[in-house]
């Protein structure tokens, strides 16, 4: 899928002068899993990646939406709230077309809203196994 070609084929993060480390308690971080949980996504993880070194961002946050409407609805309430409340527009957002997968790219964290079919085929959480994880769900 296109996500992940997005994904590999970005230059390390490391690299680019003037992007932070984030921790589990960035604003950030927390202003997207509560717009997740405001439009109700399920199966909500965040997967710390800053220890793994071929990682292309320090976090990454993978939910689950139960149809097309919710996945636009939730990838749209991110990044409405990012911008309010953060004053960071994505660096790239991806897969708003066919609503299986919408990846929102924010260099240091990415956001993945996903079918619970399209999760399970694709199995980030498994890709990223070494990757310590925080379940967020209500």
């Known amino acids: 899928m296109e996500q992940l070609a997005l994904l590999t084929n970005r230059k390390n993060k490391n690299l680019q002068p003037g992007v932070k480390r984030l921790t589990q ?19 909500i993880l965040s997967l710390d990646l800053r220890k793994i070194n071929e990682a292309v961002a320090d976090f990454f946050i993978i939910c689950e939406a139960g149809s097309q409407p919710q996945v636009r609805a939730i990838a749209e309430n991110v990044e409405n709230r990012v911008r309010e409340k953060c004053e960071e527009s994505p660096y790239h957002h991806e897969g708003y077309h066919n609503l299986h997968w919408v990846l929102i790219d924010y260099v240091n964290v990415v956001v ?9 085929f694709y199995r980030l959480e498994e890709m990223w196994s070494d990757a310590a994880g925080q379940e967020h769900n209500e």
């Not at 971080?29 to 717009?35: L, V, Y």
């Not at 993945?112 to 399970?120: A, G, Y």
């Open 25 to 43: 308690r960035s604003k950030i971080i927390k202003t997207i899993i509560a717009a997740i949980q405001e439009k109700k996504g399920e199966n």
């Open 112 to 120: 993945h809203v996903m079918q619970p079919d399209t999760r399970k």
